[in-house]
């Protein structure tokens, strides 16, 4: 029997929804209060990568309205975005992979991570006012932050420099970040102890002692120091799989073609998929520069009017098909392709199954076309 989708527009008109990442607030703030019934420690969130996607000053605002204390960024001149809408928490930048910007990090009032010797005193030497750093060891990962062995320098520098820096904080970072095992941490907590410890007999401090991303402030309180570093759990993602948080966006965009085909029709580039039975096809107009992945497992489909469809043939640069069975589709039929919603709704998570991935990169890669708007 053929079911036919009730027409999405009016006759005539041709303009549809653009296609539209739609970041949802009160989900981070949800994901927030989640992270705080697991720990005492200040939450600092981190929104890297434009929010990892959902938009730094949405997320940031939700987050600090659920009690958030601090803000993080690779690059400081994330920042300015930030100060710009009137967010006033403490932010720290630990990357800079343009460099820092003596000018703009006083101005804004960032915080530098400082991972070694060198870069402590570049910072030194060009800072005009007094900067708060925080001081990072290398607490396993070989990728970023002070050796061990070069830790007393650092601290020495940095004391010899307390004209022009103020030392706020020591922070490391966990190498199994991926995982629920507190076991898996116990040499990265030893190891910052260690390093704090250092910083307080070298007479820095008081200083603010941080560890831990989002595995471990919902998995290891022994990982949680003074406070945690969340940025995939605002957005919905436990990074060791195991306890559900809030998607925080949902990613729609219109049919823009239907048509039905015979048994035998190839479908898309290369006609990599076949029909086996006569079947209505729907296209949807975004493909892999939209951050669609190219490689996905058969399994791979999305939402269209309550019902999930897969996704046939090769994705495109620029759209992917659908094939819908015996509906009919109307273009102009808005298609979910991820959301928070559950059932035949995928989420981030499913997408990363089907692509072999994790869902981070799955949020961070949707392109620039995609319209983003805020719920
Ligand atoms: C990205 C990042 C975080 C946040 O990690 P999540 O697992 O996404 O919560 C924390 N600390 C540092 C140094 C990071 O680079």
Redesign the pocket.
């Known amino acids: 029997m053929t079911a036919v989708l009730p027409a999405a527009l009016p006759a005539g008109l041709s303009r549809m929804p653009a296609p539209t990442l739609q970041t949802i607030p009160d989900a981070v703030t949800a994901n927030v209060v989640a992270i705080r019934s697991a720990t005492a420690s200040h939450i600092?969130a981190?929104v890297?990568a434009d929010g990892?996607g959902h938009g730094a000053v949405a997320v940031a605002r939700a987050a600090v309205d659920a009690g958030a204390t601090w803000l993080?960024v690779?690059d400081a001149a994330d920042a300015t975005e930030l100060r710009a809408a009137s967010i006033d928490v403490p932010i720290l930048a630990?990357?800079n992979p343009a460099g820092v910007d003596a000018v703009q990090v006083a101005m804004d009032r960032v915080d530098i991570?400082v991972g070694s010797v060198d870069e402590l005193r570049r910072l030194v030497s060009d800072a005009w006012a007094p900067v708060r750093v925080h001081l990072?060891a290398d607490t396993g990962m070989s990728r970023?932050g002070c050796s061990i062995d070069e830790w007393p320098e650092l601290l020495r520098t940095a004391r010899d420099a307390r004209d022009r820096v103020e030392v706020v904080g020591i922070?490391g970072?966990l190498p199994r970040?991926?995982e629920a095992d507190p076991a898996a941490n116990a040499a990265a907590v030893t190891r910052m102890r260690h390093v704090r410890d250092m910083a307080l007999r070298a007479g820095l401090g008081p200083v603010i002692v941080h560890l831990?991303?989002?595995?471990g402030?919902l998995h290891d309180p022994a990982t949680h120091f003074d406070m945690v570093?969340?940025?995939?759990?605002?957005v919905g993602?436990d990074?060791s799989g195991t306890t559900s948080l809030h998607g925080a966006s949902r990613w729609t965009a219109a049919v823009v073609h239907s048509t039905r085909v015979n048994a035998g029709a190839a479908v898309g580039y290369a006609g990599a998929y076949v029909t086996r039975h006569a079947t209505n096809l729907s296209v949807i107009g975004v493909g892999y520069a939209d951050g669609i992945p190219r490689e996905l497992s058969s399994e791979a489909g999305v939402e269209i009017g309550g019902r999930r469809h897969p996704i046939v043939g090769r994705v495109s640069m620029d759209q992917i098909v659908v094939d819908t069975g015996d509906r009919v589709v109307p273009h102009g039929t808005i298609a979910t392709i991820f959301g928070p919603d559950g059932g035949e709704v995928p989420s981030a998570q499913d997408w990363a199954r089907w692509a072999g991935t994790i869902p981070?990169t799955i949020v961070t890669g949707i392109g620039p076309r995609v319209r983003r708007s805020v719920a």
């Open positions: 600092m981190v890297k990892y993080g690779t630990w990357l991570g990072h970023g922070m970072h970040a991926d831990a991303a989002t595995a402030a570093r969340i940025g995939a759990g605002l993602i990074p981070h």
